[in-house]
């Protein structure tokens, strides 16, 4: 069973703490997320989500379906990865705002991956990306989240800087990210749920 390991910043704050329990319990698959961290009109938006949304969403998802996709999009992770951590690198907090940058790393690949076949990235690699996430505050719970990072240089690093690897990656998986579209414009999740994947 693979392990996700959130590190600790030097200092913290608490809004910040309470952005990694609630980042621990998507990535331990907890169904509560929503009901206990969340405002109703809660809604979330990442790179990820925009590719897999209708265009005029703008990568937006909402309520407990966009907890519950990043929940299963962060435990795929682990059945790609032998070792995901996330690692703070700072964090700014106002009375309704955290501005927090955090380096997200995987180690050591495991099979087919966002278009890699087997075998393709590197056996031992250690890949990262950094991550900047804009959490809003209302009545003590989070209403939004807005995630910013490069997706494509993820596959660059993946791919070893190898264009034609990084190509065939992405043309790999555009019936992955189309599949997921059309299971949203089902009503139904885009993947399936990976399970217990951390520890």
């Known amino acids: 069973m693979n392990e996700v390991k959130v590190i600790k910043a030097t200092e913290s704050t608490s809004k910040l703490e309470f952005a990694k329990a609630m980042v ?29 949304n209708p265009v005029e969403k703008q990568g937006w998802m909402d309520g ?22 996330i690692t703070d690198k700072s964090a700014v907090e106002t009375e309704d705002l955290l501005v927090w940058e955090f380096i997200w790393s995987g180690e050591f690949p495991i099979g087919a991956y966002a278009g890699f ?30 995630a910013v990072n490069d997706s494509l240089a993820y596959y660059y690093d993946m791919a070893d800087g190898n264009w034609d690897l990084i190509v065939k990656a992405i043309d790999n998986n555009v019936a992955w990210w189309s599949g997921q579209r059309d299971n949203i414009l089902k009503g139904e999740y ?10």
């Open 64 to 85: 407990e379906f966009a907890v519950e996709t990043m929940s299963r999009y962060f435990r795929a992770d682990g059945n790609g990865w032998k070792n995901v951590q």
């Open 117 to 146: 076949l087997e075998g393709e990235r590197r056996e031992g690699m250690r890949v990262e990306m950094r991550v900047v996430e804009y959490w809003r505050f209302r009545d003590g719970k989070v209403c939004e989240i807005d």
């Open 24 to 52: 621990n319990r998507m990535f331990a698959g907890d169904k509560d997320v929503f009901k206990d961290c969340c405002t109703e009109d809660y809604r979330h938006r990442t790179p990820e989500f925009h590719m897999i």
């Open 190 to 199: 885009p993947i399936p749920d990976p399970g217990k994947v951390f520890d």
